[in-house]
């Protein structure tokens, strides 16, 4: 089978966007437990997941969905609902940041809600992914044709991963750094093409 570079690379970015969400989980299941969390690294990866896939990777699949729906393929309750996820998830990301900045200047009323709005962001994405994956991935392979590819690549951002990518920001780095650790812990290589860096300092707090 014919591989498809736009549809690979959606699915690279969601492994990669997979180990945020991994990062985010952990995070909250610390703050559950009343367990010290490190609310800095939390707050980085919900900016990240905030300001990269809205971009880049949503606007993306959105236009894969424009082309099926053109084509008359039998998915119109599937892209109206992964629709309505896209801008739920980008509400809830707001949200969160919003309240793990909140919690880190010591308001505790903030810890309820972000578990709560947490918990509903990481069950929405794990759904929106296996929705994209399962039904609406292989259905662009199967009704779109070469120039709705050729379309979709030409209307795309076209911006490097300020985190996974070949020119990462400092913005990242703290963050870089946790996963950079976690895939060694794990045996599993990080899917990106930076340098490892020297060393890098702890960011005090995740600006918008």
């Known amino acids: 089978m014919r591989v498809n570079p736009t549809i690979e690379k959606l699915?690279?970015?969601?492994?990669?966007?997979?180990?945020?969400?991994?990062?985010?989980?952990?995070?909250?299941?610390?703050?559950?437990?009343?367990?010290?969390?490190?609310?800095?690294?939390?707050?980085?990866?919900?900016?990240?997941?905030?300001?990269?896939?809205?971009?880049?990777?949503?606007?993306?699949?959105?236009?894969?969905?424009?082309?099926?729906?053109?084509?008359?393929?039998?998915?119109?309750?599937e892209v109206e609902q992964l629709h309505a996820q896209h801008q739920e998830i980008y509400a809830l990301e707001d949200n969160l940041i919003e309240l793990a900045l909140a919690l880190q200047k010591g308001d505790s009323q903030a810890r309820a809600r972000l578990l709560e709005f947490g918990r509903h962001y990481l069950a929405i994405q794990a759904l929106h992914v296996e929705t994209e994956e399962r039904i609406l991935f292989p259905a662009a392979l199967q009704n779109l044709r070469a120039y709705d590819w050729k379309d979709v690549r030409k209307k795309s951002v076209s911006i490097d991963d300020p985190l996974f990518g070949s020119n990462p920001t400092e913005r990242y780095r703290y963050l870089y750094d946790y996963l950079l650790r976690e895939a060694a812990d794990s045996g599993v290589s990080l899917p990106v093409t930076r340098q490892a860096p020297a060393s890098s300092s702890r960011k005090t707090s995740s600006s918008r």
């Open 11 to 77: 699915r690279r970015e969601h492994a990669e966007m997979r180990r945020i969400v991994i990062l985010i989980r952990t995070q909250l299941d610390l703050l559950e437990r009343h367990v010290e969390l490190d609310l800095v690294l939390l707050t980085n990866a919900l900016y990240y997941m905030r300001k990269f896939p809205s971009v880049v990777h949503h606007p993306k699949e959105e236009l894969i969905f424009e082309k099926l729906l053109a084509r008359g393929a039998p998915v119109q309750k």
